[in-house]
């Protein structure tokens, strides 16, 4: 039987690449498997060799402590791979398939699902609704920062890729499809941008230039992202993004001083629970008050930002249960309306699929995605907390190379 080598977290501010089990097709007892999950047949699953995995923000606040994600869980949830199993209840996914893998686990079969609220599947995860792979509190399905993952209900989960050799061309685009891209893009649409919309992102690390990308691809007059984070911002410039530096003035202010009037039709909130307030420390609701002020009255926010709740480094009693001390009245007053939680990736990714085939967007520069092995693994997630501008994908099988 084959191996198997993974990304694990081992503690506050720690990973390493340990060695794990070959996937088979029943979930078995680990780090963070839900009990009543230990055991479940998997008939209708695929394991997947893993093309390309990507670091996520979103497993940055498991790997600072800033979760009460247990140790040696295995991380990782955007993952692209090629079928090389499937259980004897998949019928249509064939060994040798090219795939992306959403991050979101879902039946296919509960309520939700048939609604493509795919985020919140009701069937997944035995705590709550909505699951993914190598989170704290999904359930437990084994991560995919891994050279082998298993993926459940294969035929409804992964989206084949139609032509093996123009998907591998263009892989460090179609990694993005397991998350950022369709996060992003449901961040834009669910902001209400359309064309002529002028836009604030708050937060230019990939979430936010993957929303930046989607709000253009959208059709917007203008994107403005805003960040700490100079390199971050530079990145966000280079595909026709204004930007904002808020260490450099009131937010206000400056979207005032670049479209002429102080406010936005549209807001994206990219940053979640670990943002900062001007002074520079920890103030978990100062994006999304921030975003209330300057969108225009009867505006939406889109917040695919991450917010728990559980936060064991939270500032405060109330934040490290996920109450923040949010200006509601602001938001009432002017009629403003929110969409949290997880992005349904499969509502998005055939859209943005074919976007990217067809050249109509290029969201692997726009991120600036650099292929990394899984060794360096550690070294992705050290550089990427300091704030590299960078989309580290690893490459655990060496199918990315040539990229």
């Given at each position: 039987?084959?191996?198997?080598?993974?990304?694990?977290?081992?503690?506050?501010?720690?990973?390493?690449?340990?060695?794990?089990?070959?996937?088979?097709?029943?979930?078995?007892?680990?780090?963070?498997?839900?009990?009543?999950?230990?055991?479940?047949?998997?008939?209708?699953?695929?394991?997947?060799?893993?093309?390309?995995?990507?670091?996520?923000?979103?497993?940055?606040?498991?790997?600072?402590?800033?979760?009460?994600?247990?140790?040696?869980?295995?991380?990782?949830?955007?993952?692209?791979?090629?079928?090389?199993?499937?259980?004897?209840?998949?019928?249509?996914?064939?060994?040798?398939?090219?795939?992306?893998?959403?991050?979101?686990?879902?039946?296919?079969?509960?309520?939700?699902?048939?609604?493509?609220?795919?985020?919140?599947?009701?069937?997944?995860?035995?705590?709550?609704?909505?699951s993914a792979y190598g989170?704290?509190?999904?359930?437990?399905?084994?991560?995919?920062?891994?050279?082998?993952?298993?993926?459940?209900?294969?035929?409804?989960?992964?989206?084949?890729?139609?032509?093996?050799?123009?998907?591998?061309?263009?892989?460090?685009?179609?990694?993005?499809?397991?998350?950022?891209?369709?996060?992003?893009?449901?961040?834009?649409?669910?902001?209400?941008?359309?064309?002529?919309?002028?836009?604030?992102?708050?937060?230019?690390?990939?979430?936010?230039?993957?929303?930046?990308?989607?709000?253009?691809?959208?059709?917007?007059?203008?994107?403005?992202?805003?960040?700490?984070?100079?390199?971050?911002?530079?990145?966000?410039?280079?595909?026709?993004?204004?930007?904002?530096?808020?260490?450099?003035?009131?937010?206000?202010?400056?979207?005032?001083?670049?479209?002429?009037?102080?406010?936005?039709?549209?807001?994206?909130?990219?940053?979640?629970?670990?943002?900062?307030?001007?002074?520079?420390?920890?103030?978990?609701?100062?994006?999304?008050?921030?975003?209330?002020?300057?969108?225009?009255?009867?505006?939406?926010?889109?917040?695919?930002?991450?917010?728990?709740?559980?936060?064991?480094?939270?500032?405060?009693?109330?934040?490290?249960?996920?109450?923040?001390?949010?200006?509601?009245?602001?938001?009432?007053?002017?009629?403003?309306?929110?969409?949290?939680?997880?992005?349904?990736?499969?509502?998005?990714n055939y859209g943005l699929?074919?976007?990217?085939?067809?050249?109509?967007?290029?969201?692997?520069?726009?991120?600036?995605?650099?292929?990394?092995?899984?060794?360096?693994?550690?070294?992705?997630?050290?550089?990427?907390?300091?704030?590299?501008?960078?989309?580290?994908?690893?490459?655990?099988?060496?199918?990315?190379?040539?990229?």
């Open positions: 039987m084959a191996g198997n080598r993974a990304v694990a977290y081992k503690g506050p501010g720690e990973v390493e690449v340990i060695d794990i089990d070959y996937p088979t097709f029943e979930l078995k007892d680990g780090p963070g498997v839900n009990p009543a999950n230990v055991g479940r047949k998997v008939p209708h699953g695929a394991i997947i060799r893993t093309v390309a995995t990507n670091i996520c923000g979103s497993d940055q606040h498991m790997v600072r402590g800033r979760t009460t994600a247990p140790v040696n869980l295995v991380l990782g949830h955007e993952i692209t791979g090629e079928v090389v199993e499937v259980g004897p209840g998949v019928e249509f996914i064939k060994v040798g398939d090219l795939v992306s893998v959403p991050f979101n686990i879902a039946c296919g079969r509960c309520r939700n699902c048939k609604e493509r609220k795919t985020g919140i599947c009701l069937n997944v995860n035995p705590d709550r609704p909505g989170y704290v509190d999904m359930g437990g399905w084994v991560g995919g920062q891994a050279e082998f993952v298993l993926v459940p209900y294969a035929d409804w989960n992964l989206l084949k890729f139609p032509d093996k050799d123009q998907a591998l061309e263009k892989i460090m685009d179609l990694t993005m499809l397991s998350d950022i891209f369709p996060t992003g893009f449901h961040g834009a649409v669910t902001a209400g941008v359309g064309v002529g919309s002028t836009v604030y992102v708050a937060g230019a690390g990939p979430v936010g230039l993957a929303a930046a990308t989607s709000a253009l691809l959208l059709g917007a007059a203008a994107v403005i992202v805003g960040d700490f984070n100079d390199d971050r911002l530079a990145q966000a410039r280079s595909f026709g993004c204004e930007t904002v530096n808020l260490g450099a003035g009131e937010l206000v202010d400056q979207i005032e001083q670049i479209l002429g009037v102080p406010e936005v039709d549209c807001g994206v909130d990219a940053v979640g629970f670990e943002a900062r307030g001007h002074g520079g420390g920890e103030a978990p609701a100062t994006v999304l008050n921030s975003l209330m002020d300057v969108t225009a009255a009867g505006g939406a926010l889109g917040i695919p930002g991450l917010y728990v709740t559980g936060d064991p480094g939270g500032v405060d009693e109330a934040a490290q249960k996920g109450s923040l001390s949010l200006s509601l009245g602001t938001g009432w007053a002017k009629s403003l309306s929110f969409t949290t939680g997880q992005c349904p990736v499969m509502k998005y699929m074919q976007a990217i085939l067809h050249d109509r967007v290029h969201i692997a520069k726009n991120v600036n995605a650099k292929a990394i092995s899984l060794d360096d693994a550690p070294r992705g997630y050290a550089e990427f907390d300091a704030g590299a501008a960078t989309k580290y994908v690893l490459n655990p099988n060496g199918y990315l190379d040539a990229a």
